[in-house]
C-alpha cells in the first residue's frame, strides 16, 4: 500500500479504548472484483477481506492499475515493479485469488490518467462480478492513486449497475496513527461505517510476507493492524 510512512513513532501509544459496534456478516456474492492502485494494496488493506470473501465461498478477483515502481522501499538491482508483479501473484494465490490483472499505469501519477480510461478498463474485467471492492473515499492515507482507483471503480459500477463496498479505517484509529507517526490517514465516524466484521488475520499476514520489498521497514502497517485487532470496517459507496 503505497502512501506515507511516516516518521520514527511518538513516545505514547496506547491504543483508544474500542467501541463496541455491533458485528455482521459480509453481504454474499457470487464473484468479487476488487480495484486498486499498487501491489500490496490488495493484502496490506484489503487482504483480511478479500480473505473472508473467499473463505465464505466468493470467487475473488484484482484489478491493480500499478506495478508500484515508485516506491521508496525494496529498492534492488532488478526492477522494482517486476519484483512487486512476482509478489502479487504470490500473495493473491495466498488470499484466494482466482486471478489479478496487474496493469502498468505509471505508479504515483495515476490521477493523471483520465478518469474514464481507467473506468473502462475496470468494466472490462466485471464479466460475472456482483460485487467491488475498493479503499474508502480519501484513499484511506490521502495518496493519490488510492483516490484515482476509488474514483474509476466507481465510475465503472455505475454504468454497470453494481455495488461497491469501500474498506475504511474507523476515526480514532486513524486518528491514532496520526498522532504517532504524523501520518494523513482519514477514518469515518462510527455513523458512516455500514458493516463491521471479525476478521481472522493469518492469511492477509501470510499474504503481506509475500510482499518482502515493502513490508519490512512499515511500521505503520502493524501499527494498524494492532489497532484494528480482530475487526474490519466497511462502508457502502453504491
Known amino acids: 500500500m503505497n502512501g506515507p510512512r511516516g516518521a520514527a513513532p511518538r513516545a505514547v501509544r496506547s491504543a483508544p479504548a474500542p467501541r463496541r459496534r455491533t458485528r455482521q456478516c459480509l453481504p454474499r456474492a457470487g464473484c468479487v472484483l476488487a480495484v486498486c492502485a499498487h501491489p500490496d494494496d490488495e493484502s496490506f488493506g484489503l487482504g483480511a477481506v478479500l480473505a473472508a470473501f473467499s473463505g465464505q465461498g466468493a470467487r475473488v478477483r484484482v484489478l491493480c492499475f500499478t506495478h508500484g515502481e515508485a516506491s521508496t522501499l525494496g529498492q534492488t538491482?532488478?526492477?522494482?515493479?517486476?519484483?512487486?508483479?512476482?509478489?502479487?501473484?504470490?500473495?493473491?494465490?495466498?488470499?484466494?485469488?482466482e486471478h489479478a490483472e496487474l496493469?502498468?499505469?505509471?505508479?504515483?501519477?495515476?490521477?493523471?490518467?483520465?478518469?474514464?480510461?481507467?473506468?473502462?478498463?475496470?468494466?472490462?474485467?466485471l464479466i460475472d462480478v456482483d460485487l467491488?471492492?475498493?479503499?474508502?473515499?480519501?484513499?484511506?492515507?490521502?495518496?493519490?492513486?488510492?483516490?484515482?482507483?476509488?474514483?474509476?471503480?466507481?465510475?465503472?459500477?455505475?454504468r454497470h449497475q453494481l455495488p461497491v463496498l469501500a474498506w475504511a479505517l474507523p476515526e480514532e484509529v486513524a486518528a491514532q496513527l496520526n498522532a504517532e507517526f504524523g501520518t494523513t490517514f482519514a477514518g469515518r465516524p462510527e455513523s458512516e461505517l455500514d458493516i463491521v466484521i471479525d476478521v481472522v488475520r493469518a492469511r492477509q499476514r501470510s499474504a503481506i510476507a509475500c510482499h518482502a520489498s515493502q513490508a519490512g521497514d512499515n511500521p505503520v502497517l502493524w501499527r494498524r493492524l494492532e489497532l484494528l485487532g480482530a475487526s474490519e470496517h466497511l462502508r457502502w459507496l453504491t
Open 103 to 125: 496493469l502498468s499505469y505509471p505508479d504515483g501519477n495515476l490521477a493523471g490518467v483520465p478518469e474514464g480510461e481507467l473506468a473502462e478498463l475496470a468494466g472490462d474485467a
Open 132 to 158: 467491488m471492492l475498493v479503499f474508502d473515499q480519501g484513499g484511506i492515507t490521502g495518496h493519490p492513486d488510492h483516490c484515482q482507483a476509488t474514483a474509476a471503480a466507481l465510475l465503472a459500477a455505475r
Open 77 to 97: 538491482s532488478r526492477s522494482l515493479g517486476e519484483v512487486r508483479a512476482e509478489e502479487l501473484r504470490a500473495a493473491a494465490a495466498v488470499l484466494g485469488v
